[in-house]
């Protein structure tokens, strides 16, 4: 599975984006979908997940109520809907695909991962 992350960028505090995870598999619709996020310094930590059928999400708390994941298995896409951004959401944007159930929130239980993408939110 190659997945390709995009949609990062450069956004003041209280502003939003989206990103987006194009998936090259066939069976796209039978992965678990994840997007995680590494700020320097930090390890790589848990943003959201949502299973192949979308019933089942989560989110880490930090980001819960401003973020949204969803996904678009006729398109082979993923996508992070970030409002209310803060300065601490700055980081490399990563997704990352995987056929466990559920969802896992440890990075190290995801199989396939994006190149990642940039999100840097200013005061």
């Known amino acids: 599975v190659q997945l390709q992350a995009s949609g990062g960028g450069l956004v003041q505090a209280g502003g939003f984006l989206r990103l987006s995870c194009a998936a090259s598999?066939?069976?796209?619709?039978?992965?678990?979908m994840g997007w995680f996020r590494q700020a320097p310094g930090k390890e790589r930590e848990f943003v959201a997940a949502i299973s192949w059928s979308g019933r089942s999400i989560s989110y880490a708390d930090s980001v819960k109520g401003r973020f949204t994941i969803s996904r678009d298995n006729a398109k082979n896409t993923v996508y992070l809907q970030m409002n209310s951004l803060k300065p601490e959401d700055t980081a490399v944007y990563y997704c990352?695909?995987?056929?466990?159930?559920?969802?896992?929130?440890?990075?190290?239980?995801?199989?396939?991962w994006g190149q990642g993408t940039q999100v840097t939110v200013s005061s």
């Open positions: 990352a695909a995987d056929q466990k159930l559920p969802p896992r929130k440890i990075y190290s239980e995801w199989t396939y």
């Open positions: 598999a066939r069976t796209f619709s039978s992965y678990s």
